[in-house]
């Protein structure tokens, strides 16, 4: 459907991107290496700055095969995973409190619905206690774990903590904080929603790969060079976001970060020129099917 060129530059585009964020990841050094953080807190910002940076790759893989939809997922789970990390970092004074909230509180709460998942389950076999369903069981909590984690976690307490570092609570509160890194973090909501769509598969997400797909040539080829421009352009920002934040929480020198905005920039430039090619196209061309 798409022609040699298309798929030519569509590859080009993500491995330079891909180039790009593997050349800026080695900053993240100062960050991991901390000295002021405790063993645990530490493994904390690596578990998600390694999540983050993984996710981030296969979405630009994906992009390089012009697979754009299931790319999309992939960076909303960038994005979450930069607003968590961004949100620990935010504030020296808050952290402890942010990092006990995410990595233990949460930490708990998953335990217990997980626990609560693993049991419908094995309810519904006729044989749960053969070795086959061991794996599940291994998942369950003890009688005192379970009792424990209920007690911590009611339902309100849950839902608060939930909500406070869900998408919503967490681009809400960095967006409202005055924190100036985070003046246009707003501006990512629609892409996450998008995204939202595609994963839950509702009908917008089911429908609207098959509306481009629909389109005329010139349209859908435009269309899904923005469309990846802006892809690739996001895991770059968040991936600078990411080294801004821990830069500024551990005090590290941040000459380094010169060169890693360049390439921020520099995929920038690729969006808006896929961008205004597709408007061209769309809105100041004669229109076509």
């Known amino acids: 459907m798409y022609t040699e060129d298309l798929i030519a530059k569509q590859r080009e585009w993500a491995e330079r991107g891909l180039m790009s ?7 993240m050094a100062p960050v991991s290496t901390y000295p002021g953080w ?37 960076v909303r ?8 990390f961004s949100y620990l970092l935010q504030s020296p004074m808050a952290f402890v409190a942010r990092h006990r909230e995410y990595a233990k509180e949460l930490f708990g709460i998953a335990l217990l619905k997980d626990h609560r998942k693993a049991a419908d389950l094995l309810a519904t076999v006729q044989n749960p206690e053969d070795d086959e369903w061991r794996p599940l069981r291994d998942r369950l909590l003890s009688n005192a774990e379970l009792t424990e984690l209920s007690a911590r976690f009611g339902r309100g307490a849950r839902r608060e903590l939930e909500t406070r570092w869900g998408f ?10 005055g924190d100036p890194l985070f003046q246009t973090i707003g501006g990512m909501a629609h892409g996450y929603s998008l995204a939202s769509h595609v994963q839950h598969v509702d009908m917008v997400g089911a429908s609207i790969p098959l509306d481009r797909d629909r389109r005329a ?17 996001d895991i770059l920002i968040l991936l600078y976001l990411r ?7 551990v005090g590290a020198d941040i000459t380094p970060l010169v060169e890693a905005k360049a390439l921020v920039d520099a995929a920038g430039e690729w969006q808006d020129d896929a961008y205004r090619a597709w408007m061209d196209v769309e809105y100041r061309k004669p229109a076509s099917i």
């Open 38 to 74: 405790t063993r645990e807190e530490r493994e904390t910002i690596t578990y998600l700055a390694s999540a983050t940076a993984r996710a981030s790759e296969s979405a630009l893989l994906l992009c390089a095969y012009g697979q754009l939809w299931d790319a999309e997922v992939l």
């Open 77 to 84: 789970s960038t994005l979450e995973g930069s607003l968590k």
């Open 168 to 177: 919503t609570g967490l681009i809400g509160a960095l967006s409202r904080s």
């Open 217 to 233: 040539p010139e349209r859908r080829e435009s269309l899904h060079l923005a469309h990846q421009g802006r892809l690739v352009s």
């Open 243 to 249: 080294l801004t934040v821990g830069y500024r929480f």
């Open 21 to 27: 964020a593997r050349k800026l990841l080695p900053l």
